[in-house]
């Protein structure tokens, strides 16, 4: 196997940086924040209807944004970089304004948080994207990854500690010190030239685009679908320490599954991802109150968010998008993950009349059924690219060889 200094060393470090603190900010803020709207709205007094519907405009304001934001931000994209990330800061404070009397003030809070997450997310990657290399995109997003992973899991147990008031300000500080950060590390970035923009029609036309997508639409319902199924299998603490342990393994394996995905190729990572995500969900349907299965969900779940996350959400994108400008690229692979999660709030109140046996058995299906258009769905990474450091590696142990003799 190529070393991992063979893959980091092409990688321009100083222009890559402000790519990596921004995207890392970004998702540690968007994961920690909605978790603080979610348990927010779970305290309010509110029929389930009203909180329906607070969810709804929340994801409502994301999605719209997302698709507006791909189009308004390419024409001044690190200005507009800077922008969102003092308005996420703003919105995150405003979040001490829910309150279980102000239906009217919870709906715009509700509706412009979202869209302070959702508008920049397009050009948070893109602008990752442009200061990366093909070549070393899945490695350096999984660096990224893995900062997240391991600062979402000390920064939520160090949050378990505060009071809700304190986290919120906490989680404002941590967008305010991105936003700065970012302007700091950014000042001298070179301004990338204009590229030509596809409109979501010629993109989505695209037959890489659909035997990528489509697997990707899969797995997105089938995680949040069973959810709260599986709530229900592990008890409320154990799987809230599953949730929170996950994080551990995309520390470790974002970064192991970048380096694969740099060298054998994206298409090799997530195939096997999807192939650990089948086997973990039969095992839970025929084992589902062993132990056993439950740890072994744990450990083969842990491992494909780690792989799926350098690549997915990081570099298979971006690959796509080839010369052509990226937001709308990200903006398609993004929404499905990002809508996805909304299946979790619609399906949690029926969780329990939920057959478990054939919940997991059909996720088990659908995800082994989605490998089908992976099978034929393009390699992103050029193939003289792994042909190259095959070759250089092979050099080099003939090399150590020959000096050994």
Same mark, same amino acid.
Request: hydrophobic share 55%; proline share 3%.
């Given at each position: 196997?190529?070393?991992?200094?063979?893959?980091?060393?092409?990688?321009?470090?100083?222009?890559?940086?402000?790519?990596?603190?921004?995207?890392?900010?970004?998702?540690?803020?968007?994961?920690?924040?909605?978790?603080?709207?979610?348990?927010?709205?779970?305290? *309010?007094?509110?029929?389930g209807t009203e909180k329906l519907e607070l969810f709804t405009i929340y994801y409502t304001g994301a999605a719209v944004s997302a698709i507006l934001g791909s189009?308004?931000?390419?024409?001044?994209?690190?200005?507009?970089?800077? /922008?969102?990330?003092?308005?996420?800061?703003?919105?995150?404070?405003f979040l001490t304004a829910i309150s279980s009397n102000g239906i009217l003030a919870n709906a715009l809070i509700a509706f412009f948080l979202g869209v302070s997450?959702?508008?920049?997310?397009?050009?948070?990657?893109?602008?990752?994207?442009?200061?990366?290399?093909?070549?070393?995109?899945?490695?350096?997003?999984?660096?990224?990854?893995? %900062?997240?992973?391991?600062?979402?899991? +000390? *920064?939520?147990?160090?949050?378990?500690?505060?009071?809700? /008031?304190?986290?919120?300000?906490?989680?404002?500080?941590?967008?305010?010190?991105?936003?700065?950060?970012?302007?700091?590390?950014?000042?001298?970035?070179?301004?990338?030239?204009?590229?030509?923009?596809?409109?979501?029609?010629?993109?989505?036309?695209?037959?890489?685009?659909?035997?990528?997508? %489509?697997?990707?639409?899969?797995?997105?319902?089938?995680? %949040?679908?069973?959810?709260?199924? /599986?709530?229900?299998?592990?008890?409320?603490?154990? %799987?809230?320490?599953?949730?929170?342990?996950?994080?551990?393994?995309?520390?470790?394996?974002? +970064?192991?599954?970048?380096?694969?995905?740099?060298?054998?190729?994206?298409?090799?990572?997530?195939?096997?991802?999807?192939?650990?995500?089948?086997?973990?969900?039969?095992?839970?349907?025929?084992?589902?109150?062993?132990?056993?299965?439950?740890?072994?969900?744990?450990?083969?779940?842990? +491992?494909?968010?780690?792989?799926?996350?350098?690549?997915?959400?990081?570099?298979?994108?971006?690959?796509?998008?080839?010369?052509?400008?990226?937001?709308?690229?990200?903006? *398609?692979?993004?929404?499905?993950?990002? /809508?996805?999660?909304?299946?979790?709030?619609?399906?949690?109140?029926?969780?329990?009349?939920?057959?478990?046996?054939?919940?997991?058995?059909?996720?088990?299906?659908?995800?082994?059924l989605a490998v089908l258009p992976l099978m034929y769905a393009p390699e992103t990474l050029p193939e003289k690219t792994m042909r190259d450091r095959e070759l250089?590696?092979?050099?080099?142990?003939?090399?150590?060889?020959?000096?050994?003799?």
């Amino acid at each position: 196997m190529v070393s991992t200094g063979k893959v980091r060393e092409k990688i321009a470090w100083r222009e890559v940086v402000p790519s990596i603190f921004l995207v890392f900010n970004s998702f540690v803020w968007y994961i920690l924040t909605y978790n603080v709207f979610c348990v927010i709205l779970n305290e *309010l007094n509110l029929m389930g209807t009203e909180k329906l519907e607070l969810f709804t405009i929340y994801y409502t304001g994301a999605a719209v944004s997302a698709i507006l934001g791909s189009k308004l931000f390419p024409r001044a994209r690190t200005k507009f970089l800077e /922008l969102w990330l003092f308005t996420g800061a703003i919105m995150t404070l405003f979040l001490t304004a829910i309150s279980s009397n102000g239906i009217l003030a919870n709906a715009l809070i509700a509706f412009f948080l979202g869209v302070s997450i959702g508008i920049g997310l397009p050009s948070c990657l893109t602008y990752f994207a442009d200061a990366t290399t093909i070549e070393n995109r899945g490695f350096t997003g999984g660096v990224i990854w893995s %900062f997240v992973g391991f600062s979402v899991l +000390i *920064l939520a147990l160090l949050i378990n500690m505060l009071g809700l /008031l304190e986290t919120i300000v906490t989680l404002t500080i941590w967008r305010l010190f991105g936003g700065v950060g970012f302007i700091v590390l950014s000042k001298e970035q070179k301004t990338i030239a204009v590229q030509k923009s596809p409109s979501y029609w010629e993109i989505i036309r695209k037959k890489g685009i659909l035997l990528y997508l %489509f697997p990707w639409i899969m797995f997105s319902l089938v995680n %949040f679908a069973e959810a709260p199924i /599986l709530e229900t299998v592990f008890g409320a603490e154990f %799987f809230a320490f599953v949730l929170l342990l996950e994080y551990a393994f995309i520390g470790i394996f974002a +970064i192991i599954g970048g380096i694969i995905a740099d060298i054998a190729g994206r298409k090799r990572v997530v195939i096997t991802g999807f192939v650990m995500l089948g086997i973990e969900y039969a095992a839970l349907s025929v084992f589902s109150i062993s132990h056993v299965a439950w740890y072994l969900f744990l450990i083969l779940d842990g +491992i494909t968010w780690g792989l799926f996350s350098s690549v997915f959400f990081m570099a298979l994108w971006g690959d796509l998008g080839e010369n052509f400008e990226k937001e709308k690229y990200y903006a *398609l692979g993004g929404l499905p993950f990002l /809508l996805a999660s909304f299946v979790s709030i619609l399906i949690s109140p029926y969780a329990y009349d939920i057959p478990r046996m054939a919940a997991f058995s059909f996720a088990s299906f659908f995800l082994f059924l989605a490998v089908l258009p992976l099978m034929y769905a393009p390699e992103t990474l050029p193939e003289k690219t792994m042909r190259d450091r095959e070759l250089k590696e092979y050099i080099e142990k003939a090399k150590k060889k020959a000096k050994g003799k």
